[in-house]
């Protein structure tokens, strides 16, 4: 019989598969005896070093080789520390080396790994145990090893509380070579209740024991939460980050790192002088070239891009101490809008003014960080408020076009550009300018020494070209010192123009900033000011500061319709000052200060003044003297003046505004005599005025005091020592107190129809009483006058009240009376009654009058006795008796401006009627040629 060679090959086929399986059975049961797999674990575990794996099953199987299972694997340190399960493991060996006694892996499958592994806390343990294994594994079968994958995989990192699930792993060599292992990693990590995908894909080039590994990788994740990174004690960092990166290098030496990292809403919190604040920062884009070596990445290449801007620049990040990472960073920007530059600025390391008081009112505008530089540990970074950390932080940043307080300006600021830098704990913004109505400022910066300093020091500086009205609109800016907007604003109005450099040094806790060598020039400015009582202009005023805050000022103008020139020195912003000054004052203008219904004084022409004024404490001191001569001072009946060559006033005025006007004293000299008067004027109520006025021997030809109806000037002596308390509103709460005393007088009453001379008297005042013990005069116009006594009793002034005597000796009607005054019209009378107004309404005066020998043209009385009153603005003669040699004259008679009541009874016998009428200036037309009465 003859057997085919196909069936030949069967049978051939059939033995060897037996063979294999008896084989295989064989090897199965010859590995599951524990000598053979107590053999082969610790062979294994000698290519582990440091490791010793145990399993409770071993099967041998045939895929591509020889491959050994192991089940229910455990791979535990020597030290007991490290420790990985799994479901099985499977490792194909090669058949060669296994036939000739040796066990070379050339395939590893690892199934369902439970890694826990526990991160070394010093620094002289630097690998954990997976990569202690693949360093062991790669290391010693790096030329055989052709693939290792591990699927489903979990790691647990107990000091970290990180896990890692779904890990797969599979590295492999490429068509054979095994410079080329190539290798893939992906897993999901879990962490404070948050998740991200990781996948890693790359080549292990070669690998020696100087340069370690020489890899070519690229990893890439899903959004990884920040709270993730270790530094969250010392800067809080939230949101998410998507990473690629790209690395090649030796792993003992140096690595390559290209990477673009995208954030999503991204905010960190820092510790500046006040509690933590929280800053977002927009989307953006994190793209970067770096080398890691020996724990350093140094970056070369930083750009940061978002939808509105852009940064770019370099880093070193010193992670050797990897719970404080040390950085080293240094970034520019492209031009961005305010806008984004404000959402994006972490100014919490800046006071907290600048913050919350700048930052809300500018507007519009770019800008451009031309270079941040931050030196320092995460932990010095969160904690920029504290002096040692000074120097970790500098910038610069450039703003141009910007716009500040639009909503709290009439006139915003337009153009501003400013360049702002911070270093070492100090803070200047330089190169200011800007433009607000028709105003500009240029050349100007801003110093702030000592970010740290519980009291830093502010300096300004600018030069500016500008209107006042637009400068007074800053009065109500809370940004202002409240020193400065305490003075502005009872400033009603402010006009003119002003040009200069100033330089402003102010600290919390000086009452007002201190100005350092400035040169202001004002140009017609007017001003009016709610305690000035009359606008104030300067048409030149010229300041010039030194460094120790004196200033030097010269100028001219008006107060008022007065104009002045002068020149002085100031301290703290004019807070204490004086000047010499020169004014033409207009008086009249002045006069209405005190009394504004009405004027009692009016003045022909202005008075030249030579003035020292003063300032200390709020309060005004004015220390002058004014020239009188040609000067005419003038009231509704009478007129001083005009003052001669030698007639001068000097005076020393205290000014405290809102309080009172001091005069202390006021001193006339006027010929050879003098008059000194002081007191203060109450400019609260601008109402009281206390005045004492003091003359010795004043001769009143010097007072050149004349009526305008008589021209008569005033003569004799006066010397008087009064105090006066008056009363604007309330004349009869006004006080007296002294005495005035005069002798030889002659004075011009426009009451009286002819002069009073000869007059002596004195009066003596206390409070509302008047009493004059003796008072004399010669009243009449002929050369030989008569004689008139007075004394009275009374007491005021809501009118007078007492009692009057009067007594002459011998007294000429017809010489004291003119005749034109007893035709003088109605309208006179009203006039007078009005001039005197309320006080004569309201007096109370009983009065009698004793004339040894009156004489009424050709009647001869002797004597005559009047008796009466003068009560409510009305005239009452209750007895009035006339002796004439023929009989008496007896009236009685009511006068007042509405009615005339006279009352007369003639006892005469055979008097001459024609003498009678004829003595009467009214019956002078009235011809009467004969009769008897």
Not at 210 to 222: H, I, N, P, W
Not at 286 to 312: C, D, P, R
Not at 469 to 491: A, N, T
Not at 505 to 530: A, F, M, T, Y
Request: charged share 20%; with cysteine.
């Amino acid at each position: 019989m003859v057997i085919s060679k196909k069936l030949l090959f069967a049978y051939l086929l059939l033995a060897l598969s037996v063979l294999t399986a008896g084989i295989i059975l064989y090897l199965n049961t010859l590995l599951n005896q524990p000598s053979t797999r107590s053999y082969l674990l610790s062979t294994l575990s000698s290519m582990l070093q440091g490791y010793e794996i145990q399993a409770d099953q071993l099967n041998l199987a045939l895929s591509k080789g020889v491959a050994v299972r192991f089940r229910n694997l455990l791979v535990i340190s020597r030290d007991g520390t490290e420790k990985l399960t799994a479901a099985h493991l499977t490792i194909t060996l090669a058949v060669p080396s296994l036939l000739r006694g040796e066990l070379v892996p050339v395939r590893i499958l690892l199934f369902r790994p439970d890694f826990t592994l526990h991160l070394p806390h010093d620094n002289n343990r630097t690998k954990p145990v997976g990569a202690l294994a693949m360093d062991n594994i790669i290391q010693q079968n790096l030329s055989f090893l052709k693939s290792a994958t591990i699927r489903d995989g979990s790691l647990y990192l107990p000091e970290s509380r990180l896990t890692f699930r779904n890990i797969y792993f599979r590295s492999y060599l490429e068509n054979g070579v095994s410079e080329n292992l190539h290798a893939e990693f992906s897993t999901t990590m879990y962490y404070k209740n948050h998740s991200a995908d990781c996948r890693i894909k790359g080549v292990i080039l070669s690998y020696s024991s100087e340069d370690g590994f020489l890899v070519d990788f690229e990893a890439q994740t899903s959004e990884v939460p920040l709270v993730w990174i270790p530094c969250q004690n010392s800067m809080p960092v939230k949101g998410k980050v998507r990473i690629h990166l790209k690395i090649a290098g030796a792993l003992k030496k140096a690595l390559s790192v290209d990477g673009i990292i995208n954030t999503n809403d991204v905010h960190f919190n820092l510790n500046s002088s006040g509690p933590a604040r929280s800053y977002i920062l927009p989307n953006s884009s994190l793209a970067f070239t770096a080398l890691y070596s020996k724990s350093i990445f140094e970056f070369s290449s930083i750009k940061i891009e978002g939808n509105e801007f852009s940064f770019f620049g370099r880093a070193n990040v010193d992670i050797s101490n990897r719970s404080l990472p040390f950085l080293n960073l240094s970034m520019k920007s492209q031009p961005m809008a305010l806008k984004t530059f404000k959402k994006i600025f972490p100014a919490a390391f800046l006071p907290v003014w600048i913050e919350h008081d700048i930052f809300p009112q500018i507007s519009n505008g770019m800008a451009v960080l031309e270079q941040l530089d931050v030196k320092g540990t995460l932990q010095q970074i969160a904690e920029l408020n504290r002096k040692e950390n000074s120097r970790v932080l500098s910038m610069k940043i450039r703003l141009n076009d910007l716009s500040a307080f639009s909503s709290n300006l009439s006139t915003p600021i337009t153009a501003l550009r400013a360049h702002l830098s911070y270093q070492d704990g100090n803070l200047r913004v330089s190169d200011v300018s800007a433009r607000f109505g028709q105003s500009r400022i240029y050349n100007a910066f801003m110093d702030l020494d000592n970010l740290y300093a519980k009291d830093p020091l502010f300096r300004y500086s600018l030069k500016t070209e500008a209107r006042l009205e637009d400068l007074l609109q800053f009065k109500s800016l809370d940004l202002i010192p409240l020193s400065i907007r305490k003075h502005l604003q009872p400033v009603t109005s402010l006009k003119g123009s002003l040009k200069g450099s100033l330089t402003v040094e102010d600290k919390h806790g000086w009452e007002i900033p201190r100005i350092r060598q400035s040169v202001l020039l004002i140009r017609n400015c007017s001003i009016q000011h709610q305690g000035l009582m009359l606008p104030l202009v300067f048409q030149n005023m010229d300041l010039h500061f030194d460094d120790q805050s004196q200033c030097r000022y010269i100028g001219s103008g008006y107060w008022g319709t007065s104009s002045f020139q002068g020149s002085g020195t100031a301290e703290n912003l004019f807070q204490t000052f004086k000047a010499d000054m020169i004014l033409s004052a207009d008086a009249n203008e002045i006069s209405t200060l005190f009394h504004r219904d009405k004027q009692f004084l009016g003045f022909n022409n202005d008075l030249p003044v030579t003035l020292l004024v003063k300032k200390k404490d709020g309060r005004f001191s004015f220390y002058g003297k004014v020239a009188a001569a040609g000067l005419c001072v003038e009231t509704d009946k009478y007129f001083f003046g005009p003052g001669s060559e030698s007639d001068e006033v000097e005076f020393n005025i205290v000014w405290q505004p809102d309080a009172q006007l001091v005069f202390s004293p006021f001193i006339a000299r006027l010929g050879d005599s003098e008059l000194t008067a002081s007191g203060a004027f109450n400019l609260k109520n601008m109402d009281t005025l206390n005045l004492k006025v003091t003359a010795m021997d004043l001769n009143l030809k010097d007072l050149k005091l004349f009526s305008f109806e008589k021209k008569i000037p005033a003569n004799g002596v006066l010397s008087t020592d009064i105090e006066i308390n008056y009363s604007f509103v309330n004349p009869h709460e006004t006080r007296l107190q002294g005495e005035i005393s005069c002798w030889d007088m002659t004075l011009p009453f426009n009451l009286l129809s002819c002069p009073v001379r000869d007059l002596h008297c004195k009066i003596v005042f206390s409070g509302r009483d008047l009493h004059v013990p003796l008072l004399s005069f010669n009243l009449g116009q002929s050369r030989q006058p008569s004689p008139v006594f007075l004394s009275a009793n009374l007491s005021g002034w809501h009118g007078l009240k007492g009692r009057v005597s009067v007594h002459a000796p011998i007294l000429d009607l017809f010489d004291i009376l003119d005749s034109k005054s007893v035709s003088r019209k109605n309208s006179d009378s009203a006039k007078q009654h009005d001039m005197v107004g309320s006080f004569i309404t309201d007096s109370d005066i009983q009065f009698d009058i004793e004339v040894e020998s009156c004489r009424l043209g050709d009647i001869v009385m002797h004597p005559v006795t009047v008796t009466g009153a003068y009560q409510k603005g009305e005239l009452s003669i209750s007895q009035c008796q006339m002796h004439l040699e023929q009989g008496t004259i007896s009236t009685k008679a009511k006068i007042s401006p509405l009615l005339v009541s006279l009352e007369s009874v003639f006892q005469l016998e055979r008097y001459p009627f024609n003498n009678l009428i004829s003595s009467f200036p009214f019956f002078k037309n009235l011809k009467i040629t004969d009769g008897l009465l």
